[in-house]
């Protein structure tokens, strides 16, 4: 007598197929996400690139602006002078 090969129950073959799809599922989601994060990688350079773009154009704006003032006098500060302690007047 051949011996068929033990038959699962329902139970365990539902529990199978939930977790093959779960499987799947977290397979499309890690897929989704990393998607989104090399999307934001790029947003991110992109605006990085352009940030610099734009310190580099203020930075040569201010040196041509500086180059065209003479430079003069520089100005000197203010010295204040110390005021004296005031003093205390007692009465005996």
Same mark, same amino acid.
């Given at each position: 007598? +051949?011996?068929? +090969? ?13 977790? #093959? ?12 996400? #990393?998607?989104? %994060?090399?999307?934001?990688?790029? $947003?991110?350079? $992109?605006? #990085?690139?352009? #940030?610099?773009? !734009? ?13 065209? !003032? +003479?430079?003069?006098?520089? %100005? %000197? !500060?203010?010295?204040?002078?110390? $005021?004296?302690? +005031? ?6």
């Amino acid at each position: 007598m +051949p011996s068929a +090969p033990p038959r699962q129950n329902t139970a365990a073959t539902n529990a199978q197929k939930y977790f #093959r799809k779960a499987e799947k599922s977290d397979a499309s989601v890690n897929q989704i996400r #990393r998607t989104e %994060r090399q999307a934001t990688a790029a $947003k991110t350079a $992109k605006l #990085r690139e352009l #940030r610099l773009a !734009k310190d580099e154009a203020d930075k040569a704006a201010q040196e041509a602006e500086s180059a065209g !003032k +003479p430079e003069g006098e520089p %100005r %000197r !500060k203010r010295v204040t002078k110390a $005021k004296a302690a +005031p003093t205390i007047r007692m009465t005996y």
